[in-house]
């Protein structure tokens, strides 16, 4: 289930979020512990800003974290009392999908950004 977008800001790297996409897992348990369910956010994002970023991995991590902390605040202005329930969160960047394959051969992560937030 596709959720409507709501008008915000924040900013992920050095792009402007706007809307919030958000997929609610509720109709699919095999996805979330019983009484809870999973929420799948993603934004389009820059492949080199995190391919340059992740050079920094502290950096790195630090950019991810804050991103899902802006995005949760986001969807808890929206849906209050949502941060409480989170209980998991990871984030997905274009570098988590880069893999060499063989010799040369890159699978380039695309551009998005992914978030997976498990709620109670």
């Not at 900013?11 to 979330?32: M, Y």
């Not at 080199?48 to 991995?57: A, N």
Request: proline residues 6%.
């Amino acid at each position: 289930m596709l959720a409507k977008c709501w008008q915000l800001h924040f900013i992920c790297g050095d792009q402007a979020i706007k809307q919030l996409p958000v997929h609610i897992h509720n109709f699919d348990p095999s996805l979330a512990p019983a009484g809870k369910t999973l929420l799948t956010l993603m934004l389009d994002s820059d492949y080199e800003y995190w391919k340059k970023l992740s050079e920094d991995p502290e950096r790195y991590k630090e950019e991810k974290e804050q991103i899902v902390d802006q995005m949760v605040a986001q969807l808890d202005r929206r849906f209050p009392g949502l941060a409480a329930q989170v209980e998991m969160r990871d984030v997905a960047t274009p570098m988590t999908y880069e893999r060499p394959v063989t010799g040369r051969v890159v699978i380039r992560g695309g551009s998005l950004l992914q978030s997976l937030i498990t709620c109670a």
